[in-house]
């Protein structure tokens, strides 16, 4: 069982920017793929940011590519999310979630939500034009 705790949102104006942090639970945190997922009011879940468990491989959506960075710490049992230039269109409650990879390549990323076994519950981000 993996418990995740999300942390850094709140309410920045157009332009600003956020660093989200995500502490993990596990001992073994250094064997999960970590995602960002975020999901606005009245619209589903959908995919940000993922990270291999190695932290060489990265993918982004098209939505925020060039302007948000995910990395992760493994000594410390976290994975971030920076958050760039934000826009008005970023307003949601941001996940952060842990994919077990089960005996896949360290290269290995997602961005697939059913693909992920553990979730946090959420921070707010909210962004002021």
């Known amino acids: 069982q993996v418990q995740l705790v999300e942390s850094g949102g709140g309410l920045v104006q157009a332009g600003g920017s956020l660093r989200l942090s995500c502490a993990a639970s596990?001992?073994?945190?250094?064997?999960?793929?970590m995602g960002w997922f975020r999901q606005a009011p009245g619209k589903e879940r959908e995919f940000v940011a993922t990270?291999?468990?190695?932290?060489?491989?990265?993918i982004y959506a098209d939505s925020v590519k060039g302007r948000f960075t995910i990395s992760r710490d493994n000594a410390k049992n976290t994975v971030y999310l920076q958050m760039n230039s934000l826009k008005p269109e970023d307003t949601a409650v941001y996940y952060c979630?842990?994919?077990?990879?089960?005996?896949?390549?360290?290269?290995?990323?997602?961005?697939?939500?059913?693909?992920?076994?553990?979730w946090g519950q959420g921070t707010q981000v909210t962004v002021s034009s």
């Open positions: 596990a001992r073994t945190f250094s064997t999960y793929t």
């Open positions: 990270i291999s468990r190695s932290g060489i491989s990265t």
């Open positions: 979630a842990a994919d077990p990879t089960r005996g896949r390549s360290g290269f290995y990323t997602s961005d697939l939500p059913n693909t992920y076994d553990y």
